[in-house]
């Protein structure tokens, strides 16, 4: 959590910096600040609250703003609640060291009494406060310079870490270090200007050359120099090639919507496009996925396939589920990464495991990942961010390429998951014999379709701005899908509480009478999922139920349907299509519905209260 920007050279740092901070707002932003140096004094900034917050400060003091080195900081709280002291910059008792930090010191208790009885005295409750005052420690008693300070310090902590640091002694470097959270580091002509940051969105629009750092490694970044790069615990010199980055400035920003989450809503159609472009290839009759190809026989020969993942990944991964073990006949397991990790799950060398990660650097599905590995099972990746943390750590993985995703509410990253799952299913039922070419040729040419299905789909705007207007006041909802609609339920359900705080349930449609039935009178809305492939007289049944006990109705049906409408209270069509693509379809209606009861509540929609972006601590 938190995000990191940061400049040095020759423009002034501020605006790089503060705008920077903005586009990192969705890895935390319960309070922020900046550091600006101007060759002769540092001036902090600080504050609880958003960096609109803080630049109401830096507003009134133009001091405040000048500088050619910064480094910024918003915060999502881990040690010491936020306020205008917990948040970082955070300087050594010196006053010369700056840090800016992105992760938990584990250890910081017992390196915080050490350095107390050293005669350090601390401002805030936080870990990385102990952490610069370290590094100025070790400068001191080493008598060495801030990089190799840096790294001594580093040798000496448990937890994880991405951290810019600045020298008021040295004003033309800054040195970075990462340990489980990202480091890009963005690199201007002729080395004479250089950027940090925890992805390359901050710097997009200076430059196109980026270096990430991996773990256990630091970078001293000197104006006028080749970064170098170094390992923490040996020191030892690393080589790391210049990517080229792909991003544009158009695809991080609202680009004429209000909010992000709409934006990404209506991305959808074009990143499936985009998922499924070069691997789904109907012409020739295949689906061409390296990932897949070139590990094929560990994939068609699996005992097993474990899925683990968090929040709308791991309801991406449970539709996985469905489509795996009904296309390959493979038994599936669909896990939290956070349970997996902690509860010594059987493993062998003969499951393979798929992790997926829109942001991929969740700290629990990487720790999952990495027990896996250690067992002998393959990885899989499906990660949205390319050259993310899970992406490199697993064996072999695909993209989903939906473009970065902002909103902290996950809409195009579900959807495009979902797409590389059936992928990955469709040319395994291929390539394993469970399908014959007639079916796998027809589902082809019917997940070719999805992206226009979307795109009509999206014309229901206005009727479903209409449902959100009857059921905003709700105080709880009840969302019931079945097969492979169950997890389009929980989706739902996360979606609505994530944004608008209502609380929401989301449950397999027939578990319904060992429960939560109880809840239901004429103040419970429930968003039934109800197409005409999926159990449908079934659902149909518990619609019934549903209105016996005055429960409000709002299904979600497929087109032409004419019995659903005559029970329910509103109906919202989605156009026809094969019943395991319906959660690319099914899904689009909540998410309209959350994002406009979450506006009409006045609610945060891309930035809801105590979220991040990615969840890069336990
Ligand atoms: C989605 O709306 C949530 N913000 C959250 O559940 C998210 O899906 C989860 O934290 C996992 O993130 P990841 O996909 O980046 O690993």
Same mark, same amino acid.
């Given at each position: 959590?938190?995000? /990191?920007?940061?400049?040095?050279?020759? =423009?002034?740092?501020?605006?790089?910096?503060?705008?920077?901070?903005?586009?990192?707002?969705?890895?935390?932003?319960?309070?922020?600040?900046?550091?600006?140096?101007?060759?002769? !004094?540092?001036?902090?900034?600080?504050?609880?609250? &958003?960096?609109?917050?803080?630049?109401?400060?830096?507003?009134?003091? $133009?001091?405040?703003?000048?500088? +050619?080195?910064?480094?910024?900081?918003?915060?999502?709280?881990?040690?010491?609640?936020?306020?205008?002291?917990?948040?970082?910059?955070?300087?050594?008792?010196?006053?010369?060291?700056?840090?800016?930090?992105?992760?938990?010191?584990?250890?910081?208790?017992?390196?915080? &009494? !050490?350095?107390?009885? =050293?005669?350090?005295?601390?401002?805030?409750?936080?870990?990385?406060?102990?952490?610069?005052?370290?590094?100025?420690?070790?400068?001191?008693?080493? &008598?060495?310079?801030?990089?190799?300070?840096?790294?001594?310090?580093?040798?000496?902590?448990?937890?994880?870490?991405?951290?810019?640091?600045?020298?008021?002694?040295?004003?033309?470097?800054?040195?970075?270090?990462?340990?489980?959270?990202?480091?890009?580091?963005?690199?201007?002509?002729?080395?004479?200007?250089?950027?940090?940051?925890?992805?390359?969105?901050?710097?997009? $629009?200076?430059?196109?050359?980026?270096?990430?750092?991996?773990?256990?490694?630091?970078?001293?970044?000197?104006?006028?120099?080749?970064?170098?790069? +170094?390992?923490?615990?040996?020191?030892?010199?690393?080589?790391?090639?210049?990517?080229?980055?792909?991003?544009?400035?158009?695809? #991080?920003?609202?680009?004429?919507?209000?909010?992000?989450?709409?934006?990404?809503?209506?991305?959808?159609?074009?990143?499936?496009?985009?998922?499924?472009?070069? =691997?789904?290839?109907?012409?020739?009759?295949?689906?061409?996925?390296?990932?897949?190809?070139?590990?094929?026989?560990?994939?068609?020969?699996?005992?097993?396939? #474990?899925?683990?993942?968090?929040?709308?990944?791991?309801?991406?991964?449970?539709?996985?589920?469905?489509?795996?073990?009904?296309?390959?006949?493979?038994?599936?397991?669909?896990?939290?990464?956070?349970?997996?990790?902690? =509860?010594?799950?059987?493993?062998?060398?003969?499951? /393979?495991?798929?992790?997926?990660?829109?942001?991929?650097?969740?700290?629990?599905?990487?720790?999952?990942?990495?027990?896996?590995?250690?067992?002998?099972?393959?990885?899989?990746?499906?990660?949205?961010?390319?050259?993310?943390?899970?992406?490199?750590?697993?064996?072999?993985?695909?993209?989903?390429?939906?473009?970065?995703?902002?909103?902290?509410?996950?809409?195009?990253?579900?959807?495009?998951? #979902?797409?590389?799952?059936?992928? /990955?299913?469709?040319?395994?039922?291929?390539?394993?014999?469970?399908?014959?070419?007639?079916?796998?040729?027809?589902?082809? +040419?019917?997940?070719?379709? /999805?992206?226009?299905?979307? $795109?009509?789909?999206?014309?229901?705007?206005?009727?479903?701005?209409?449902?959100?207007?009857?059921?905003?006041?709700?105080?709880?909802?009840? @969302?019931?899908?079945?097969?492979?609609?169950?997890?389009?339920?929980? !989706?739902?359900?996360?979606?609505?509480?994530?944004?608008?705080?209502?609380?929401?349930?989301? @449950?397999?449609?027939? $578990?319904?009478?060992?429960?939560?039935?109880?809840?239901?009178?004429?103040?419970?809305?429930?968003?039934?999922?109800?197409?005409?492939?999926?159990?449908?007289?079934?659902?149909?049944?518990?619609?019934?139920? #549903?209105?016996?006990?005055?429960?409000?109705?709002?299904?979600?049906?497929?087109?032409?349907?004419?019995?659903?409408?005559?029970?329910?209270?509103?109906?919202? !069509?989605?156009?026809?299509?094969?019943?395991?693509?319906?959660?690319?379809?099914?899904?689009?209606?909540?998410?309209?519905?959350?994002?406009?009861?979450?506006?009409?509540?006045?609610?945060?929609?891309?930035?809801?209260?105590?979220?991040?972006?990615?969840?890069?601590?336990?």
């Amino acid at each position: 959590m938190c995000g /990191i920007a940061g400049y040095i050279g020759y =423009r002034e740092a501020y605006p790089i910096v503060i705008n920077g901070l903005k586009r990192l707002e969705y890895r935390g932003y319960d309070s922020s600040g900046v550091m600006l140096y101007d060759g002769k !004094e540092i001036q902090l900034s600080k504050t609880k609250g &958003k960096v609109s917050d803080l630049e109401v400060i830096t507003n009134k003091e $133009e001091e405040r703003k000048k500088g +050619r080195i910064g480094i910024g900081h918003t915060r999502w709280a881990t040690h010491g609640v936020p306020n205008d002291i917990n948040s970082h910059p955070h300087v050594s008792q010196s006053g010369d060291l700056v840090i800016v930090h992105n992760g938990i010191i584990e250890n910081y208790d017992s390196l915080k &009494k !050490e350095l107390i009885s =050293r005669g350090y005295v601390f401002q805030s409750d936080t870990d990385t406060e102990v952490l610069i005052n370290l590094i100025e420690e070790v400068k001191k008693t080493e &008598k060495c310079k801030l990089g190799k300070a840096v790294q001594l310090a580093l040798t000496s902590v448990i937890g994880a870490y991405a951290i810019a640091v600045f020298d008021k002694t040295k004003p033309n470097e800054l040195v970075v270090a990462r340990l489980g959270s990202p480091i890009a580091i963005g690199i201007g002509k002729e080395n004479k200007e250089f950027f940090v940051a925890s992805d390359a969105s901050p710097f997009i $629009e200076y430059t196109k050359e980026a270096i990430y750092i991996e773990d256990e490694e630091m970078a001293i970044i000197k104006l006028g120099k080749k970064i170098q790069v +170094r390992k923490i615990q040996n020191d030892a010199l690393v080589n790391h090639n210049v990517l080229e980055l792909q991003m544009s400035l158009e695809q #991080i920003e609202k680009g004429g919507y209000d909010h992000f989450m709409i934006k990404e809503i209506h991305e959808q159609p074009k990143a499936i496009i985009d998922t499924y472009r070069g =691997r789904m290839l109907p012409d020739q009759g295949m689906i061409k996925m390296s990932g897949i190809d070139d590990h094929l026989s560990k994939f068609l020969h699996a005992d097993r396939i #474990i899925i683990i993942a968090c929040g709308t990944s791991w309801h991406a991964g449970l539709v996985g589920e469905y489509l795996l073990e009904e296309f390959v006949r493979i038994p599936v397991e669909v896990e939290y990464a956070s349970e997996f990790r902690y =509860r010594n799950p059987v493993i062998t060398s003969k499951d /393979i495991v798929i992790a997926i990660s829109q942001s991929g650097e969740t700290a629990d599905t990487l720790a999952a990942i990495k027990l896996a590995k250690s067992k002998g099972a393959f990885v899989f990746g499906v990660c949205n961010v390319v050259g993310s943390s899970i992406a490199r750590e697993t064996h072999a993985g695909a993209y989903t390429h939906a473009g970065p995703e902002i909103g902290v509410a996950s809409t195009k990253a579900f959807t495009t998951q #979902i797409t590389v799952l059936s992928l /990955i299913a469709l040319k395994l039922a291929k390539e394993k014999g469970t399908f014959s070419e007639s079916r796998f040729q027809n589902y082809l +040419r019917t997940l070719e379709l /999805i992206p226009n299905q979307i $795109e009509q789909l999206l014309n229901i705007d206005a009727t479903v701005k209409e449902i959100a207007a009857v059921y905003k006041d709700a105080k709880n909802c009840l @969302y019931l899908g079945r097969g492979f609609n169950f997890p389009v339920a929980l !989706e739902g359900a996360l979606k609505l509480k994530e944004i608008s705080y209502i609380h929401a349930e989301g @449950y397999p449609a027939a $578990e319904m009478k060992h429960g939560p039935i109880a809840l239901i009178d004429e103040n419970m809305p429930i968003f039934v999922i109800a197409t005409s492939k999926g159990h449908y007289e079934k659902v149909v049944s518990n619609i019934q139920e #549903i209105k016996s006990r005055s429960g409000k109705i709002i299904a979600i049906v497929t087109e032409g349907d004419t019995q659903v409408k005559e029970i329910a209270d509103h109906v919202i !069509e989605i156009p026809e299509t094969e019943e395991a693509f319906t959660p690319l379809l099914t899904t689009i209606p909540f998410q309209l519905l959350s994002y406009h009861i979450a506006v009409m509540l006045d609610k945060n929609v891309d930035q809801p209260r105590n979220l991040a972006k990615s969840v890069t601590v336990e």
